[in-house]
């Protein structure tokens, strides 16, 4: 996790760059591939136990933001190339004396080759909804890599109205002149989980027009579809304002502190360096982490104002009061000439008075009109959402601590005799645990399946000139892996053991074939399994006399290994688990 963004970085920089290149270097079903992966990272990292219905982790979070990055960026390279597009067409349609209108028929053949991908996605969109809107939480990237999502997708939506997607009639009934209407991208991702509450509605075309024609037509009608989507959602994202579509997401810190934002850092400079008064600075904090740091500087000059005409809250509540009722009868606090931001918080608390501010009827200067005050309270509503998300979230680990205290402990003693390592050991540390085997000090035990797998990484590919690189190097090592052990055997070594997943030791590994059909759980299991064998707990043993003393468990055996997966899976079933290089320094070895 500690790495996402810097991989998200590269893969995003390797993934414009390949956008820019025409004809497009990867076809569309590569294109195709790569939208599901997404897909399915965004659908694989979902809480298994959520605490609320809108509830994601923050693997979820970071897989749906990159996600949504690549998608825009394939969005932006859609909008370009219309861009390009347009003045061709314009003029070919002035010298035809028709609409000015892109034909689906005109369009470049790259941009048919993205479409099929935007329109996936899209689909993707319209079936989860909750899982990005509201939006997660940016990555920070650098600036050349980093795209506004929904600022990108405003333009695409202003570019595509041009597209007439009329050119083939589509119909949504069955008819006998009619035949179904089948996309290539729909095929090929049928019964893909994570597309299947996307909607998918039957479309027909007349027998006798072109099919990819009316494929393209397609999928200019279901985005044209989604982009409206984006407009009536709960929280809209994009709206329609002075003749264009514009994005009216909410920023994540409506200054871009997340995304290294060098103007939004300047901004909050100049605010942190105004000479104000205590009581300025309580205001324009309450402001600050309400809305964010634009709306500071736009309602400043009234603040400012309000500061000057009411020196202390008390007096501001009277006033703010006085407005309401309409009822100015001390001419110190006539405020009509005064009137504070709409955008004012409705309730202050200070010292135990209640400060209630008004709403005006026109258009309060600086605010933008009625929608920008419907865009300060969508942000308002988003922010107090995660909070109140964030306290969940906290109320459910302080549970799950409370729930863990109040449960028995447990004590593990360590006394390594055996060592079991994975295949990776082998691979990357043979000379550790040939220090470890000549200490004389533990019993190294292999189990069967590590063996197996070191003879195929061994074999390597059918001709042996393919195998390059990194893959040749981990060939030769475990040649030399099978080399060691064989020839370890061979001499009866008493300090090396070799175990089946049932639990069988072997002296010899000239028979080394395993029949592992009907067990259950993959390789790391079987070596887990092998660990197991040596940790025989009996009640008898280990649960103490008096109920309230913890649970003490002696083991033996310690897993030598590197894999996150097989760790995790070690300690949950009481099983020590140590890396090698760590357990070499324990051991005070080599």
């Known amino acids: 996790m500690e790495t996402f963004p810097a991989v998200a970085e590269e893969v995003l920089r390797e993934f414009q760059v390949l956008l820019q290149h025409s004809p497009p270097p990867i076809g569309s079903t590569r294109m195709l591939q790569l939208v599901a992966i997404n897909m399915f990272a965004v659908y694989n990292s979902q809480p298994k136990e959520c605490i609320s219905e809108d509830c994601r ?149 007349e027998r006798t027009s072109d099919k990819v024609i009316a494929a393209d037509c397609k999928r200019v009608t279901v985005l044209k579809y989604f982009l409206e989507a984006l407009c009536g959602q709960e929280e809209p994202l994009l709206a329609f304002k002075g003749g264009k579509y514009v994005s009216v997401a909410p920023v994540p810190d409506a200054m871009g502190k ?42 400043l000059p009234s603040v400012l104002t309000g500061m000057v005409l009411f020196p202390d809250l008390k007096s501001l509540g009277r006033a703010t009061k006085l407005q309401q009722n309409s009822a100015v009868t001390d001419p110190e606090l006539d405020t009509s000439q005064h009137r504070l931001p709409s955008c004012v918080p409705e309730i202050w608390k200070e010292d135990d008075v209640r400060i209630e501010a008004f709403e005006d009827d026109s258009e309060t200067e600086g605010s933008g009109g009625e929608m920008d005050i419907k865009e ?34 447990m004590e593990v003693e360590i006394r390594p005799v055996f060592l079991v390592p994975d295949t990776n050991g082998f691979i990357d540390h043979l000379s550790s645990l040939v220090t470890l085997l000549d200490c004389r000090k533990f019993i190294l035990v292999v189990p069967l399946i590590v063996i197996n797998e070191l003879d195929g990484l061994a074999k390597g590919p059918e001709m042996e000139h393919r195998a390059a690189g990194y893959a040749r190097q981990v060939q030769e090592r475990a040649r030399k892996s099978i080399e060691f052990l064989e020839e370890r055997f061979e001499s009866r070594d008493n300090c090396l053991r070799a175990l089946t997943s049932r639990g069988n030791e072997l002296e010899s590994i000239s028979f080394r074939s395993e029949d592992t059909t009907g067990q259950q759980g993959n390789n ?33 055996v310690v897993l030598l290994t590197d894999d996150r997966n097989l760790r995790v899976k070690a300690l949950t079933r009481n099983v020590p688990v140590r890396d090698i290089p760590t357990f070499l320094k324990w051991a005070q070895e080599g």
Not at 379 to 403: G, S, T, Y
Not at 529 to 535: G, Q, V
């Open 57 to 205: 982790s923050v693997i979820q979070e970071q897989a749906t933001a990159l996600g949504l990055s690549m998608f825009a960026l394939l969005v932006r390279r859609c909008t370009n190339l219309l861009r390009e597009c347009a003045p061709v067409q314009a003029q070919e349609m002035e010298q035809e004396d028709e609409e000015d209108d892109i034909k689906v028929s005109a369009l470049p053949q790259d941009l048919k080759e993205l479409l099929p991908s935007v329109k996936v996605w899209s689909d993707w969109m319209l079936g989860h909804p909750d899982t990005w809107n509201p939006p997660p939480t940016s990555l920070e990237l650098p600036k050349q890599v980093s795209v506004d999502v929904w600022a990108t997708l405003a333009d695409f939506c202003n570019i595509l109205t041009t597209v007439n997607q009329s050119e083939v009639p589509l119909y949504k009934d069955p008819d006998d002149d009619l035949a179904l209407l089948s996309l290539e991208e729909d095929r090929l991702l049928s019964g893909f989980v994570p597309l299947l509450v996307a909607p998918q509605e039957p479309c027909y075309v």
């Open 258 to 299: 997340e995304m290294g934002s060098q103007e939004g850092k300047q901004l909050e400079d100049q605010v942190r360096d105004l000479d104000v008064c205590p009581l300025l600075e309580k205001v324009l904090e309450v402001f600050k982490l309400t809305y964010g740091i634009w709306e500071v500087l736009q309602v």
């Open 376 to 409: 300060l309270r969508a942000k308002k509503q988003a922010l107090a959402r995660k909070v109140a998300e964030q306290q969940r979230r906290q109320d459910k680990i302080q549970a799950v601590l409370k729930d863990q205290s109040q449960m028995r402990q």
């Open 524 to 556: 790391d299991d079987l070596i887990l399994s092998c660990c197991l064998h040596y940790c025989n707990d009996k009640a008898k043993d280990f649960m103490p006399s008096n109920k309230d003393d913890p649970i003490r468990l002696l083991r033996e």
